[in-house]
């Protein structure tokens, strides 16, 4: 009797566990695709997903505020209602470079900002005009910026996919286990039940022939 409450507490950890996980790598793996995807599509833009945009730190050009190896978080914006001292994004040819505006200024007629990475001595040299800016700064995840390059490689995607993917199925496993070592208990106990109501229901008829 006291063995059920046991099993049951046992179904709630595993299923909770389980939740858990996909709470956390589901969305993660959703962006990581979207992402890839919209990559590969638009070789041309900078992917985003609902207008956010990660972007791994390779230089320490912004210590100690932004680390090298860090992954930051930006979200597209207006760039109208940028300001001096906000924390951009912006393409610079082929690469996306990250800084701080310090000042406003305009380039061939047009608005642009004055940026500059907070450990550099000097400013950068080409004014940044609206259409480079990829977005502001949201948060930064330290050191995550290597796992996520590693993420988009070949392997690091069969990585994100194939844990989760195996996770699930050795979950399912389990539960379809314990469900049906329950449900087998249930029914064994049922038929020892049955079982015991036929021999009750057989010794009363004998006794009633005897009398």
């Known amino acids: 009797m006291e063995e059920k409450p046991k099993r049951k ?8 566990i389980a939740i858990i996980v996909s709470v956390i790598l589901l969305p993660i793996l959703i962006m990581n695709i979207t992402i890839v995807v919209k990559a590969y599509i638009n070789p041309n833009e900078t992917p985003d997903f609902f ?28 760039p109208s209602t940028l300001k001096i001292g906000d924390i951009i994004s912006f393409k610079e040819g082929q690469s996306v470079v990250t800084h701080r505006i310090i000042e406003t200024t305009e380039k061939d007629g047009e608005p642009a900002f004055i940026t500059k990475g907070d450990a550099n001595n000097t400013e950068d040299k080409t004014p940044i005009t609206y259409s480079q800016v990829e977005g502001i700064y949201l948060f930064r995840i330290a050191k995550l910026g290597r796992m996520a390059m590693f993420m988009q490689t070949p392997i690091g995607m069969l990585t994100l996919v194939g844990i989760p993917l ?46």
């Open 9 to 16: 507490f046992k179904v709630r950890v595993s299923t909770i």
């Open 51 to 78: 207008g956010i945009k990660p972007f791994v730190v390779l230089s320490g050009s912004m210590e100690t505020t932004i680390m090298a190896g860090d992954l930051v978080v930006m979200k597209e914006t207006e």
């Open 166 to 211: 195996l996770g699930f199925i050795l979950y399912d496993i389990i539960r379809r286990r314990i469900s049906a070592k329950k449900e087998n208990n249930m029914i064994s106990a049922a038929q020892n039940e049955i079982e015991m109501l036929k021999s009750e229901l057989a010794k009363k008829s004998n006794k009633q022939e005897n009398e």
